[in-house]
């Protein structure tokens, strides 16, 4: 199946010489000259890939692709800058909101292609690793099938749940607020309060018993931290 590109920019020359020898590559070609309209298309139509100038017009780039990463819809959407903003400290601060790659126009197609498929190939394994199971202890998570397996015996999590372990296995070590878990599993569309976070931990404690002691740790006042490293 070809590769989904959405590319967003509001110059019409740009979106069609860049459609035109993507195409050519046999890349199936989305577009989208505003902000607005390009997060509705990375929603419902979930590219492979969005080409993203920063300049446009309401939302620019920088704002598309920090909603972007929000989303966990959109969040592992690979993202290139194509833009004609080139100091130096504005591809640093590219790069930082998340981007894969940073280039500066005028577009040199060749040079183009080469790095999209290289970013490509980058998110691709990258998927595959955060496809693998995790395993903490004798508890394994599956985040292909949504299922924990806890000594050999299903774990019957809700997704909101399971979503929640996951996203803390996925960073183990590292303390995650309750502000970013929120956001990343509900949405920031989406009007809950921190204690969701609080009940929904305390389950899953429950449901993990005593496999399960000890592996979420409450950082009072900021949040939760996953206290295991894989194994």
């Given at each position: 199946?070809?590769?989904?590109?959405?590319?967003?920019?509001?110059?019409?020359?740009?979106?069609?010489?860049?459609?035109?020898?993507?195409?050519?590559?046999?890349?199936?070609?989305?577009?989208?000259?505003?902000?607005?309209?390009?997060?509705?298309?990375?929603?419902?139509?979930?590219?492979?890939?969005?080409?993203?100038?920063?300049?446009?017009?309401?939302?620019?780039?920088?704002?598309?692709?920090?909603?972007?990463?929000?989303?966990?819809?959109?969040?592992?959407?690979?993202?290139?800058?194509?833009?004609?903003?080139?100091?130096?400290?504005?591809?640093?601060?590219?790069?930082?909101?998340?981007?894969?790659?940073?280039?500066?126009?005028?577009?040199?197609?060749?040079?183009?292609?080469?790095?999209?498929?290289?970013?490509?190939?980058?998110?691709?394994?990258?998927?595959?690793?955060?496809?693998?199971?995790?395993?903490?202890?004798?508890?394994?998570?599956?985040?292909?099938?949504?299922?924990?397996?806890?000594?050999?015996?299903?774990?019957?999590?809700?997704?909101?749940?399971?979503?929640?372990?996951?996203?803390?296995?996925?960073?183990?070590?590292?303390?995650?607020?309750?502000?970013?878990l929120l956001s990343a599993i509900w949405g920031e569309d989406i009007v809950v309060i921190d204690r969701t976070i609080d009940v929904h931990i305390r389950k899953i404690r429950e449901k993990l018993g005593r496999a399960g002691d000890?592996?979420?740790?409450?950082?009072?006042?900021?949040?939760?931290?996953?206290?295991?490293?894989?194994?």
């Amino acid at each position: 199946m070809a590769k989904k590109i959405l590319i967003v920019d509001d110059e019409q020359d740009i979106i069609e010489l860049l459609t035109f020898n993507l195409e050519a590559e046999g890349y199936s070609v989305s577009s989208a000259r505003n902000g607005d309209d390009a997060l509705l298309q990375a929603v419902s139509g979930k590219p492979d890939l969005i080409i993203l100038d920063i300049m446009l017009p309401g939302k620019d780039g920088r704002e598309i692709i920090q909603e972007i990463r929000k989303n966990p819809a959109t969040a592992n959407m690979a993202v290139i800058f194509l833009t004609a903003k080139d100091s130096e400290l504005d591809e640093v601060l590219g790069l930082e909101l998340g981007a894969d790659d940073y280039i500066i126009k005028p577009i040199r197609i060749q040079t183009l292609l080469a790095r999209i498929k290289a970013v490509l190939r980058k998110n691709k394994n990258s998927e595959s690793a955060a496809s693998a199971a995790i395993i903490l202890g004798d508890i394994e998570i599956e985040p292909l099938n949504y299922r924990v397996i806890r000594a050999g015996r299903p774990v019957h999590l809700t997704r909101k749940e399971f979503e929640i372990l996951l996203f803390l296995a996925q960073r183990p070590q590292r303390v995650i607020t309750r502000d970013v878990l929120l956001s990343a599993i509900w949405g920031e569309d989406i009007v809950v309060i921190d204690r969701t976070i609080d009940v929904h931990i305390r389950k899953i404690r429950e449901k993990l018993g005593r496999a399960g002691d000890g592996l979420i740790e409450t950082i009072k006042g900021v949040g939760y931290r996953l206290a295991q490293k894989n194994t």
